[in-house]
């Protein structure tokens, strides 16, 4: 999986930022993006889309990645902007403050000269490289799966789920699972839902029946 790293280390790129977010088809909750730069030639064993990986892997690899990696940086947008400006938006935007966040072991800001992104155009003067399914083909990319799917499973399971406790946040981080939508039925939507996504659920009516 390092090929495209590869071809670019060649060129002569050091800092490579590789990207991808995590939370896009979700009711609820941040959009959460990672950028992270890898040292040339590593390879960590067992790194692929973090959907393909059981949560106790993924908490394995989310340290070694860290402890890896040189620069590591996550950028989140939250669901009422989401609503307001929608989740393509909201993600491009969450992946731009991820770059804008990298920062090595020591807390000092790192400049990527390259960046590989998982299917999406970033609006920065960087050289960038779109790839479709990235966290299937690049393993930089697979690595920042890993570390956002990580880092907003435990907002689920730490913030929001103590938050809103009936809605189970803790077991479905925000998926439309048939809890999920049972809940919002019950109870209406809490301030993290996206309104913008729950048309196909409650009705207007149901609205205003909102949690606090």
């Not at 949560?55 to 669901?79: C, F, H, N, T």
């Not at 938006?89 to 920062?103: D, F, P, Q, R, Y």
Request: with cysteine.
């Amino acid at each position: 999986m390092l090929e495209l790293e590869q071809e670019l280390w060649n060129k002569g790129y050091k800092n490579i930022a590789c990207i991808d977010e995590v939370g896009r088809g979700c009711l609820a909750g941040d959009v959460v993006a990672c950028a992270i730069i890898l040292p040339i030639d590593l390879l960590i064993e067992g790194v692929k889309d973090s959907k393909k990986l059981s949560p106790k892997k993924r908490e394995s690899l989310y340290e070694q990645i860290y402890k890896s990696a040189v620069a590591v940086g996550i950028g989140s947008v939250d669901s009422k902007t989401i609503d307001k400006i929608n989740i393509k938006n909201s993600t491009i935007i969450a992946m731009e403050k991820a770059l804008e966040a990298l920062k090595d072991g020591y807390g000092n800001h790192v400049n990527p000269d390259y960046i590989l992104v998982d299917a999406e155009k970033l609006t920065i003067d960087i050289p960038q490289m779109s790839i479709i399914k990235g966290d299937e083909k690049c393993h930089g990319i697979a690595a920042a799966s890993i570390v956002a799917k990580v880092y907003r499973d435990r907002k689920c399971e730490e913030e929001w789920a103590h938050m809103y406790p009936e809605y189970g946040f803790e077991k479905h981080k925000g998926y439309g699972t048939k809890a999920h939508i049972e809940a919002i039925k019950k109870y209406g939507p809490c301030p993290i839902h996206r309104d913008s996504f729950l048309t196909k659920i409650i009705s207007k009516k149901d609205d205003l029946q909102r949690g606090d």
